[in-house]
C-alpha cells in the first residue's frame, strides 16, 4: 500500500484545512485509514479513522466538533477536513492504513500501537 499525504499548508487561527490521503498499489489492504500528528518534540498523536468498507468513523475526543474523516472510494482517497484551527494544532500530519478496522481504531486510542503502512506526512501551521 502506497499513501501520499496532501493539503497542508499554513492557515491563520480559526481557519480550515482539508487533507488527502491517496491510496495506491495493495488497496484490499487498506480497509481502514486513520490520521496521525506528531508535533516537534512531541509524541504522535491520533486523530480520527474511518473504515472504507461501512464507513465507520472514529474521532479522537480533543478533536471532535472540529474534524471530520470522509472517503471517496472511487478515488482510493480519504479526507480530513479540520475547522477552527488553533496553534496547538501545528504537527506533521500522517495517514496510516491497516486491513483491519479495529486495530485502526485501537491505534487512534493508542498511538504507540504498530502499524506498517505509512505515508510521508503533509505539514500544517497554524500560526497568525
Known amino acids: 500500500v502506497q499513501l501520499v499525504e496532501s493539503g497542508g499548508g499554513s492557515v491563520q487561527p480559526g481557519g480550515s484545512l482539508r487533507l488527502s490521503c491517496a491510496i495506491s498499489?495493495?488497496?484490499?489492504?487498506?480497509?481502514?485509514i486513520g490520521w496521525f500528528r506528531q508535533a516537534p518534540g512531541k509524541e504522535r498523536e491520533g486523530v480520527a479513522s474511518?473504515?472504507?468498507?461501512?464507513?465507520?468513523?472514529y474521532i479522537e475526543d480533543t478533536m471532535k466538533g472540529r474534524v471530520t474523516i470522509s472517503s471517496d472510494n472511487a478515488k482510493n482517497t480519504v479526507y480530513l477536513q479540520m475547522n477552527s484551527l488553533k496553534p496547538e494544532d501545528t504537527a506533521v500530519y500522517l495517514c496510516?492504513?491497516?486491513?483491519?478496522?479495529?486495530?485502526?481504531?485501537?491505534?487512534?486510542?493508542?498511538?504507540?500501537?504498530?502499524?506498517?503502512?505509512w505515508g510521508q506526512g503533509t505539514e500544517v501551521t497554524v500560526s497568525s
Open positions: 498499489g495493495f488497496t484490499s489492504g487498506a480497509h481502514a
Open positions: 496510516a492504513a491497516d486491513s483491519r478496522c479495529h486495530h485502526m481504531i485501537h491505534s487512534i486510542i493508542y498511538p504507540t500501537t504498530t502499524l506498517n503502512n
Open positions: 474511518i473504515c472504507t468498507g461501512d464507513g465507520r468513523r
